[in-house]
């Protein structure tokens, strides 16, 4: 079967019948693809072994099957990053030894376990989904490659003299929709991706709709008055830009320095942090977080007055004089 599939155009068939070797390749014209498709069928040319690179399954893998994941295109684009990286191997012939060495390099790069174990289970994941549709008739190559082991990472948040830091710096940037991004998720809660896929139809109530999140529930957070305005008008003219890159450069700018593998993600830390410190409730703070699971969320415990004084009050010294 040839059909148009993006700038290209795909084959993809079974020459040996339903039970035979699927064959899928992608051709710049109909032509090719059609001429393609009658040799194989005629058995004039014979399937040859799979010698697809791994970038090339990253793209049927987003095609058949990534593009209608959360942050689908993010994921894609790392994906072809580590295929970069590794020089973009024939997927088939790709070996537990040359993910480890990939691996090695990027933790002697200072990059963090959780993010190398998202690395190879969205890896991992990719062959998978491409062995159930029958793109691939092998195994995942690196099946076998176990997970580095993660240490408790400290959780960091602003303080309110570092906010108005924050604040003052992100005003100056260039890119217009940082100030908005950061002001949304230090007021809300939000993850980045979340706060910068903000429309103004998402804006209404008072508050702030989110839709495209991590878990796929969509959330509803209450904001003041004066935000909501500030947002919603902005939004009305322009969606938000892309502003990661430019929150890093306005961060590094006010000296703040921040654990290894936190940039972003401070700041929903940060209303979380700020949120129990005056007495929020874990249970309401896990329905605007969106997380899943109050285990999560019960790792702001520690910061709840209320956690400070029963400590205080119930541990074995409590009341002696010394």
């Not at 079974?14 to 710049?28: A, E, M, S, T, Y």
């Not at 809660?189 to 969509?218: D, M, P």
């Not at 830390?269 to 896990?286: D, E, I, P, R």
């Amino acid at each position: 079967m040839v059909k148009k599939d993006g700038q290209k155009w795909k084959v993809d068939i079974r020459p040996g019948g339903v039970k035979g070797r699927r064959v899928i390749r992608l051709f710049d014209t109909k032509a090719e693809a059609n001429y393609f498709e009658r040799l194989l069928l005629s058995g004039r040319i014979e399937p040859k072994g799979d010698n697809r690179r791994l970038s090339e399954l990253v793209n049927l893998w987003y095609d058949l099957h990534g593009r209608v994941l959360n942050s689908s295109l993010d994921t894609k684009s790392r994906l072809l990053a580590v295929a970069k990286a590794l020089n973009d191997p024939v997927a088939f012939e790709f070996s537990v030894s040359d993910f480890s060495v990939y691996r090695q390099t990027r933790v002697d790069r200072g990059i963090q376990p959780a993010t190398l174990n998202r690395e190879l289970q969205t890896l991992k994941a990719v062959f998978r989904e491409l062995k159930r549709l029958s793109v691939i008739d092998y195994e995942s190559p690196i099946q076998t490659v176990r997970k580095l082991k993660q240490t408790g990472s400290e959780l960091s948040y602003l303080t309110d003299e570092q906010i108005t830091l924050l604040s003052d710096e992100v005003k100056k940037s260039r890119n217009s929709s940082l100030y908005y991004v950061v002001m949304i998720s230090l007021a809300t809660g939000a993850r980045w991706s979340e706060a910068e896929s903000l429309i103004h139809t998402n804006c209404r109530n008072g508050g702030f709709y989110f839709v495209n999140t991590k878990n796929g529930q969509s959330r509803f957070v209450p904001v003041e008055p004066f935000l909501f305005d500030l947002v919603f008008q902005f939004l009305q003219n322009q969606p938000f830009q892309s502003c990661h890159s430019a929150f890093r450069s306005a961060l590094k700018r006010t000296g703040i320095k921040l654990p290894s593998g936190q940039l972003a993600h401070v700041l929903r830390h940060t209303f979380a942090s700020h949120y129990v410190m005056k007495g929020g409730n874990l249970k309401s703070l896990q329905q605007l977080l969106g997380h899943s699971s109050l285990t999560v969320t019960m790792r702001y415990a520690h910061l709840s007055p209320d956690f400070h004084d029963e400590v205080r009050q119930l541990n074995p010294l409590s009341g002696r004089e010394f």
